[in-house]
């Protein structure tokens, strides 16, 4: 048996009390609609009835089906779906610390640069995700949070496609990135907590160096997954504009640190991976996520969905509505 329809705005229903005055109106409009007296009525008796005179009385009929369908729409029946939704959230707490240093400006990812593309790839990597809370940190000569933990991805992505070079005092502090991170997943209860760390380059200032935040992961069951952006050595790097505009390159010298990566991959329980172009960035970041075990991060009941069933009523609605205006201004006019 197919489940019954329910009503989402119920109170619309009160509309249907204009049917019996709509009818009541009619009656009154046949008894008061004026009528011609002949001499010799018998003449036009034996002529009979037109097939236009037993289709009059359907004009009210259809304003009234019109008005009925339209208030059943407004009510907006809905059909409740025999799956049941669970409510409850499972998915991973994820701290993304990104470099913001100018080295990011490199064009080794020609024609765009790497920090276009990581932002390019980590918005892809937001808009995947299905209940996995993701956090924000940047940094360059020092570390700030740039997003809490959040569902919110639409905000997320936003959030990551403001992101700028040459705002930061200028430097790679790793460590102070680390640690930043680390600190917005301390109070997590969640079952897999992890940092995922973008850099390019090698630790070179901050407070806290790399190390002693790898320790404080270690303390914590957190482990850093660092990604290592660019090809290393001599790279293109911007040096201004020519006369018409356009990006003036120079081969220039960026230091690299893949031991500290491997080093800090190593000491937490996490990988380190090197992405040389955008498909290998992806695949890092694919790589986090299928190492990694889901937890519970809210708890809910469970959610019957309805589906929206007001579709068939409106069309009535607006068809029975057109149909009689039609009729009444042509086929079936009347005249006094």
Do not use: C
Request: charge should be neutral; proline fraction near 6%; aromatic fraction near 8%.
């Amino acid at each position: 048996m197919p489940p019954l329809p329910a009503f989402n705005n119920p109170e619309a229903l009160w509309g249907l009390l204009l049917v019996p005055l709509l009818l009541w109106q009619a009656w009154r409009e046949r008894r008061a609609r004026a009528t011609l007296r002949f001499s010799a009525a018998h003449v036009f008796a034996r002529g009979g009835r037109g097939f236009r005179a037993y289709l009059l009385p359907l004009l009210p009929l259809l304003r009234v089906a019109a008005v009925t369908a339209a208030v059943l729409a407004i009510a907006r029946p809905q059909v409740r779906d025999s799956r049941v939704r669970d409510l409850s959230v499972e998915g991973i707490d994820i701290v993304v610390a990104l470099d913001l240093s100018t080295s990011m400006e490199a064009g080794d990812f020609r024609p765009q640069n790497r920090m276009h593309v990581a932002k390019e790839v980590l918005s892809e990597f937001i808009a995947n995700r299905v209940n996995d809370r993701i956090g924000l940190v940047v940094f360059a000569g020092a570390a700030y949070t740039q997003a809490p933990l959040t569902l919110d991805y639409g905000v997320l992505k936003e959030v990551v496609k403001q992101l700028r070079t040459r705002v930061l005092e200028d430097g790679t502090a790793i460590g102070d990135a680390l640690a930043t991170s680390l600190n917005r997943l301390r109070d997590s209860e969640a079952k897999s907590r992890v940092v995922v760390l973008i850099t390019d380059g090698d630790n070179n200032s901050g407070k806290i160096s790399p190390m002693d935040s790898a320790n404080m992961a270690q303390a914590l069951k957190v482990p850093i997954y660092t990604i290592l952006v660019g090809k290393g050595g001599k790279v293109p790097f911007p040096q201004g504009t020519d006369l018409f505009g356009n990006t003036v390159w120079r081969d220039t010298e960026i230091p690299i640190n893949p031991e500290l990566m491997q080093d800090i991959a190593d000491r937490t329980g996490g990988e380190y991976y090197r992405a040389t172009d955008p498909e290998q960035l992806r695949e890092g970041l694919q790589k986090v996520l299928d190492s990694l075990e889901r937890s519970k991060l809210m708890e809910g009941g469970a959610s019957a969905t309805y589906r929206e069933e007001f579709h068939p009523f409106l069309l009535a609605a607006f068809g029975l509505a057109a149909l009689e205006l039609l009729l009444r201004a042509s086929f079936l006019r009347v005249f006094p």
